[in-house]
C-alpha cells in the first residue's frame, strides 16, 4: 500500500480531471424564453429549407425583413423535429406555422393535435386545413376551454407559455414562450397530453347515443 | 512525499466525500408543474394562517373538500412570498387570489400589478378592488394584449403557464402552470417585467396630448 502511494493519487487526480472534464462537457438542456410581439419577418427561407434540405435557396421577393426573431426561433424549434411533434392549443390560425406543421407531417413526422371545440371552427382556424392533409386532430366536448398553448418535439422538447398560434398574438401581444428540456417539465406534460389524447378519443363522445342502432 | 502518502490519500478521499454531501444538499431549485381545472376546495384555512401566522386556527363551516390541489398549491406558492411580488396578468377576477395578494400586501409585501386596459375594466375583475387597497397597478394602452400570466414571487420564483387568474378557468379549463427557480427563466421574465412596468408608466400616456395646460 505504501509503494503504491503517489502513484494511486496520480490516477485518482487523473480520474477526477477526466471525470470533471466529461462533466463540463454534457449536453446542457435547452432553456430558452421568447417574448413576443415579434415584427412581422420573411420565413420563407427557413420553410424552403425545411421543406427541401440542401436544396437551391430561392430568394423570396417580399419586402420583410429577414433574420433572427422571436417567431423565426419558435418556427425553428418546431421544424426540428424528427420524429413527432404534439400539439395542445386553444387557437391555432398562423397560417406560417401551419404550413410548417404540414410540412412535418409530409416529411413523416407523425403530428397529432389536440385542441378547443369552440375555437377550432372559427374562421381563420387552421385545424380544418391540417384534418384535411391528414393530420390527426382531436378536441375536447367540455363546457370549459381546452386552453394549453404547447407543444412538444420529439418527446423531448417543450415548448409551452402564453402564445396561441395566431398571427394576431404573435404580432401584437405581450406573450411569453419557453422552450424547455429538463425532464422535471417534459415528463408531466408529455402525460398530459396522453392523458387528454385519449379522453378525446372520438369514441368517448357522449353525444353519440348509446342506444343509436 | 512518500511517507505521507496514504495520509495524503485519505485526506483527499475525506475532502472529497465532504464535497460531494455539500453538492448533494444544496437546495435544488424548485421546478413544478401544475395541471388544472382543479376542483373547488376550501382555502380559508391557508388564507388565515397567512393572515396571522401561528393564529388560532378557526374551523370553516363550508362543505367544500380541504387538501392538496393544484390550486392551494399555487395559493400557498403566491402566499410564501416575504418581499414582493410582481404580477403581470391578462385577467385577474379569482376573489380568493384576490385576498391572498391583499393578504401580502397588508403584511408589507410590495405588490405591483401589470394587467390588460380592455380586460381590467370588465365586471368580476379585481383590478379596481386591489387598486384601492393602495396596491400600485399599471395597464397597457396598446392595441395588442397584455396576454402574459405570470408572478414573480420575492424576486426568485417564477409562476407561469396559461392560466389566468380566474375562477372559471381553474375549476373548468384545462389549464398548465410552472413554478421555476432557475435564472435562466427567472431572470428574463424580471427583466420583462421591469420593462412594461416602465413603458406603462401613466407619465408615458398618449392619450394625454402634451399640449394640455
Known amino acids: 500500500m505504501r509503494a503504491g502511494g503517489p502513484g494511486a493519487l496520480l490516477a ?6 477526466l471525470a470533471l472534464a466529461a462533466w463540463r462537457r454534457r449536453r446542457r438542456p435547452l432553456r430558452e424564453v421568447l ?25 423570396c421577393p417580399c419586402p420583410l425583413p429577414r433574420g433572427d426573431s422571436p417567431f423565426s426561433r419558435l ?13 395542445c392549443l386553444f387557437a391555432f390560425s398562423s397560417p406560417q406555422l401551419g404550413r410548417a406543421v404540414q410540412l412535418l407531417h409530409r416529411r413523416g413526422v ?6 378547443d371545440a369552440q375555437y377550432m371552427g372559427l374562421r ?6 391540417l384534418r384535411r392533409t391528414g393530420i ?4 375536447d366536448q367540455e363546457g370549459g376551454y381546452m386552453h394549453h398553448k404547447f407543444a412538444i418535439v420529439d418527446g423531448r422538447t417543450l415548448i409551452t407559455g402564453s402564445l396561441n398560434w395566431t398571427t394576431h398574438a404573435i404580432q401584437n401581444n405581450r406573450e411569453n414562450v419557453l422552450v424547455l428540456e429538463d425532464a422535471e417539465y417534459v415528463k408531466p406534460f ?11 378519443n372520438p369514441s368517448n363522445y357522449t353525444f353519440f347515443s348509446k342506444d343509436d342502432k
Do not use: K, M, N
Open 75 to 87: 418556427l425553428r424549434r418546431l421544424l426540428s423535429a424528427r420524429r413527432s411533434v404534439d400539439i
Open 124 to 129: 381563420g382556424s387552421q385545424i380544418g386545413l
Open 110 to 115: 407523425r403530428v397529432r393535435i389536440v385542441t
Open 35 to 59: 417574448f413576443f410581439p415579434s415584427r412581422p419577418s420573411c420565413t420563407e427561407a427557413l420553410l424552403a429549407e425545411a421543406a427541401e434540405p440542401g436544396g437551391e435557396p430561392r430568394p
Open 12 to 17: 485518482l487526480a487523473l480520474g477526477l480531471a
Open 136 to 139: 390527426q386532430v382531436r378536441h
Open 190 to 200: 408529455l402525460e398530459e397530453f396522453e392523458r387528454i389524447w385519449e379522453e378525446y
